[in-house]
């Protein structure tokens, strides 16, 4: 049986909700990662009461922040790099057994944070710190046999996410929870960069197919020094907290990086179609990247809020909302469907903001109802069960609905956009 997309207009053989899945990286670990965005939070906030059952020496503040990291937004790292680098390289993506065994260790690993499950830490450790060397060493080898440069910053980004992570889980072993609380935001940095890097291969292809739905054209062309600026500038500042430069310093470090997210709002500026949800799903990413940091710093500089407000507008907000983003874009595309969001996924965006104000607007001094993070985890969690639920059917079939007449004419069979996403974005 092919595992591959129908040729013509012929339909593949109907297939198991589990094999289809196995068939793509976004397809299992977008799922995945959903479903542990949307069930952590909940169990750790209205099941366990901001605790977890397992935790003894570690803080389960510290879980937390670990498995919505490397747990929930590790997933969809995984999806997204498993899908996009094959494209970038025209080469076979991983099927079946890999993806499989990539999701057995990224499920390891989640085991043990779940639960804040201190006496098997050093397995969960080594389960997270497997995934990522493996996605690392792929990489590499890719970029050598491919030989090509493109892949270059992502393994980059992904080293150094290794590094911290790896550093996160000594710091828990040897109960230096300074160290592990520096990792930790560190980790929240490297995935921030490696944010920057996705949206400057994302944002300029889906900006030309809103714009140009044909795909004959290709009005909108970013400014080629702009692509990599926001993640430069977050390396920057990993540098500045590691060398121990002055809090001064360090401010004005976040508030340059915020600021270089901030400029990438402006690409959203195309006229009546910033009204597209897509639109507004990227621009927002980067807005609340950029917000952020920009408050982190102000933080730092002695603004009346604690720096972690920044830090959850910029991780919770900025990292979550491009996830979603990447989610609904990748989601629609790669399955052969026109641009255009569901209802459910439009609620479920508008929920996940909604989340993320109501987690700091007690820091701001702004009172609620009920206490932040009961509200903020109840809507963070139905923006991303909605998701899942609105894109079920279209992760775990293999056949593909027709496409727009212009499209479906010419290329009846492959998801476009994605293919080109690289080349268009370069």
Not at 240 to 265: K, N
Not at 269 to 284: K, Q, V
Not at 296 to 320: D, K, N, Q, S
């Amino acid at each position: 049986m092919s595992c591959g997309p129908a040729t013509g207009r012929s339909r593949p053989l109907p297939r198991g909700p589990l094999a289809t899945l196995g068939d793509e990286g976004f397809r299992l670990f977008f799922l995945l990662g959903a479903l542990y965005a949307a069930q952590f939070p909940a169990l750790w906030v209205l099941a366990w009461g901001l605790d977890l059952p397992m935790a003894q020496d570690v803080p389960p503040a510290l879980w937390h922040a670990h498995e919505m990291l490397i747990g929930a937004f590790g997933a969809a790292l995984i999806g997204f790099v498993t899908t996009a680098a094959p494209k970038w390289t025209d080469t076979e993506p991983p099927r079946g057994r890999p993806l499989w065994a990539l999701a057995g260790l990224w499920a390891v690993g989640r085991t043990v944070g779940l639960f804040g499950w201190d006496a098997f830490g050093a397995v969960g450790a080594l389960a997270d710190l497997g995934w990522m060397c493996a996605l690392t060493v792929w990489l590499g080898v890719l970029s050598i046999r491919r030989r090509t440069d493109r892949l270059v910053a992502f393994i980059a980004w992904l080293a150094i996410l290794t590094v911290c992570t790896a550093v996160g889980h000594f710091g828990f072993a040897t109960g230096n929870l300074t160290l592990a609380t520096q990792s930790i935001h560190l980790a929240g940095f490297a995935l921030l960069g490696l944010l920057g890097l996705a949206l400057s291969r994302i944002t300029a292809p889906v900006t030309n197919l809103v714009l140009d739905p044909t795909e004959r054209t290709s009005p909108f062309r970013p400014h080629p020094g702009r692509l990599h600026l926001a993640p430069g500038l977050v390396l920057v500042v990993m540098a500045g907290d590691l060398l121990g430069v002055s809090p001064a310093v360090s401010a004005w470090l976040l508030v340059a990086a915020g600021a270089a997210f901030m400029d990438r709002v402006g690409e959203a500026f195309i006229g009546r179609e910033i009204a597209m949800a897509e639109i507004l799903l990227l621009a927002g990413s980067s807005a609340l990247a950029g917000l952020g940091l920009i408050l982190a710093g102000a933080a730092r500089l002695g603004a009346p809020w604690p720096e972690v407000t920044g830090l959850h507008i910029a991780f919770m907000g900025g990292l979550g909302l491009g996830v979603y983003a990447v989610y609904c874009i990748a989601g629609l595309l790669h399955t052969g469907r026109p641009l255009g969001l569901s209802r459910a996924a439009r609620l479920g965006a508008g929920m996940l903001v909604a989340s993320v104000m109501l987690r700091v607007a007690p820091d701001l001094g702004l009172s609620l109802p009920l206490p932040a993070p009961a509200l903020a985890s109840g809507t963070w969690t139905a923006a991303f069960l909605l998701w899942a639920i609105a894109y079920w059917p279209a992760l775990s079939r293999v056949a593909l609905p027709e496409g727009p007449p212009d499209r479906a004419a010419s290329k009846p069979h492959l998801p476009a956009a994605p293919v080109r996403f690289p080349e268009a974005a370069e």
